[in-house]
Structure formats: structure tokens, C-alpha cells
């Protein structure tokens, strides 16, 4: 099998960006306790921010407070 055919398989299963954020936003949800948590809460802006930051601060404490660990993405 060529490389390349072993590569598109491998990128067909992984989630796409916006149903990865979805999980993501669901799991931020429930670790911060918010009861009720709709997707469509992302598009506002005050939520939006409060879940970035969490999930940024998580980050970085996973990566023992390495600001540069943490940007890497």
C-alpha cells in the first residue's frame, strides 16, 4: 500500500475541527458545572471566552505552567 493512500485513511477519522470544539465544549461544560450547556452557546462571546480560558489554563497546568509548552498547541 502507498503512503499516501495510508495517510487519507488516517485523516478520514479523525473528527472535524468543528465537531472536535463540540466535545470539547461539552466537556469544559460539565467541569465547570454548567447545567443545561448548548453548542450554539459558543457564538456568544462572554461563554466563549470563559471556556477558552479554562481550556487554556488547563493546558497549561497539564504542562507544568510552561507558557511556551502550552502555545505549542
Do not use: H
Request: glycine share 8%; proline share 5%.
Amino acid at each position: 500500500m502507498k503512503p499516501r493512500r495510508l495517510m487519507t485513511r488516517s485523516v478520514r477519522t479523525l473528527p472535524k475541527p468543528g465537531r472536535l470544539a463540540c466535545l470539547w465544549a461539552r466537556w469544559i461544560a460539565t467541569r465547570m458545572g454548567v447545567r443545561d450547556f448548548r453548542v450554539e452557546q459558543l457564538g456568544d462571546l462572554d461563554t466563549n471566552l470563559r471556556f477558552g480560558t479554562y481550556y487554556l489554563k488547563s493546558v497549561l497546568d497539564d504542562l507544568d505552567g510552561s507558557p511556551v509548552l502550552a502555545s505549542a498547541g
